[in-house]
């Protein structure tokens, strides 16, 4: 029996082109891309900026509306100047809102009786604007809290802690954490306020509750406040001859809360509430001799001769106050300061 042979020939299968589904005939097929489902790059043109478009604004000088006390005119019409007063007050340009100012302060200057009605409704209009971010408006605002203080006193007592923000709260602030003109302004406010309010009340009742502040400038601020208006009160009371001055002047009646303010003041990280804390204990040392010196012998004449003398015979007498009122550790640093 034959054997037969059997030649196999292997075929290679052509390969298959991306995008085609069988072998290729004909020569290649051109690539087929499929659509991309992505969202297109952002493209970013760098270094060009949107500028505003519309005519640009005009130049203001604002000089206009820091106008002195002493130069503030008399106005034509007042009642109708106050009837429109509101509306400027609350106008979102900020220069018709000054303009309000200056015309409240010319009220407050010239027409106060025409102002005094209205003034509640005012004063909240007054403390919006002095918590403006615009600068020129927050000191005219500040400005026209002058002539107000000025020409109204102690009326104001019941407008200083209404509100939030205060007008005493936002006045503190301004002195201590704004742009240096504003501080600069609203510092002399303080003083002005001091100057015109009763200082036996703002000691009391005002000064005396912030100075644990959480905010060291501010508390800086306070420091300062506290020190000037009891040397006002101390002048007060050495230029009066009434013996009530021991019972009303704060020097006297405020001594141990003025005393502990003190000993917060002095361990301060700011270094002009540490001077205002020393400057305020000399004062509080010089009274303390001389209410001793009254108790003591309350027929003797209170001379500067008397209150020297106490001082020497009884140097242990201020010692014993401030340990008794701030505790013996508390005591030794503050003696040692004055």
Same mark, same amino acid.
Request: glycine share 6%; aromatic share 6%.
């Given at each position: 029996m034959g054997t037969f042979k059997i030649s196999v020939v292997a075929f290679s299968r052509p390969p298959l082109l991306r995008g085609t589904s069988g072998p290729r005939?004909?020569?290649?097929?051109?690539?087929?891309?499929?659509?991309?489902?992505?969202?297109?790059?952002?493209?970013?043109?760098?270094?060009?900026?949107?500028?505003?478009?519309?005519?640009?604004p005009e130049e203001v000088d604002v000089t206009?509306?820091?106008?002195?006390?002493?130069?503030?005119?008399?106005?034509?019409?007042?009642q109708?100047?106050?009837?429109?007063?509101?509306?400027?007050?609350?106008?979102?340009?900020?220069?018709?809102?000054?303009?309000?100012?200056?015309?409240?302060?010319?009220?407050?200057?010239?027409?106060?009786?025409v102002l005094r009605p209205v003034l509640h409704t005012v004063i909240p209009k007054l403390r919006t604007s002095m918590n403006s971010l615009r600068s020129s408006l927050c000191k005219t605002a500040l400005l026209t809290c002058q002539d107000f203080f000025k020409?109204?006193?102690?009326?104001?007592?019941?407008?200083?802690?209404?509100?939030?923000?205060?007008v005493l709260h936002t006045l503190l602030h301004k002195a201590a954490l704004d742009k240096p003109f504003i501080i600069a302004e609203a510092k002399r406010t303080l003083q002005v306020m001091i100057d015109n309010l009763d200082v036996n009340d703002l000691?009391?009742?005002?000064?005396?509750?912030?100075?644990?502040?959480?905010?060291?400038?501010?508390?800086?601020?306070?420091?300062?406040?506290?020190? !000037?208006?009891t040397e006002a009160a101390w002048k007060l009371h050495r230029n009066s001859d009434s013996e009530d001055s021991y019972h009303e002047n704060c020097v006297f009646i405020e001594r141990i809360p003025l005393l502990k303010a003190a000993s917060v003041f002095v361990n301060d990280r700011q270094p002009s509430a540490r001077e205002n804390a020393r400057l305020l204990l000399q004062l509080l040392k010089t009274s303390h001799a001389e209410l001793?010196?009254?108790?003591?012998?309350? !027929?003797? %004449? !209170?001379?500067? %001769? !008397?209150?020297?003398?106490?001082?020497? %015979?009884?140097?242990d007498s201020w010692t014993k106050h401030v340990e008794k009122a701030l505790g013996k550790p508390t005591a030794v640093k503050i003696c040692k300061l004055c």
């Open positions: 005939t004909g020569g290649p097929r051109p690539f087929t891309a499929r659509p991309s489902t992505r969202a297109p790059f952002p493209v970013h043109t760098m270094g060009t900026a949107i500028l505003p478009t519309g005519p640009e206009q509306f820091y106008v002195p006390s002493e130069e503030l005119m008399e106005l034509d019409d007042p109708v100047e106050a009837a429109a007063l509101h509306t400027q007050l609350d106008s979102d340009v900020w220069t018709v809102a000054c303009g309000g100012l200056l015309v409240a302060r010319r009220l407050a200057v010239h027409h106060t009786e020409t109204f006193g102690n009326e104001l007592f019941v407008f200083l802690d209404e509100g939030d923000p205060s000691v009391a009742n005002f000064f005396l509750a912030r100075v644990d502040s959480k905010n060291d400038k501010v508390r800086a601020v306070v420091s300062e406040c506290i020190r !000037n208006a001793e010196a009254e108790i003591g012998d309350a !027929n003797t %004449e !209170n001379t500067e %001769e !008397n209150i020297e003398e106490v001082k020497d %015979e009884d140097t």
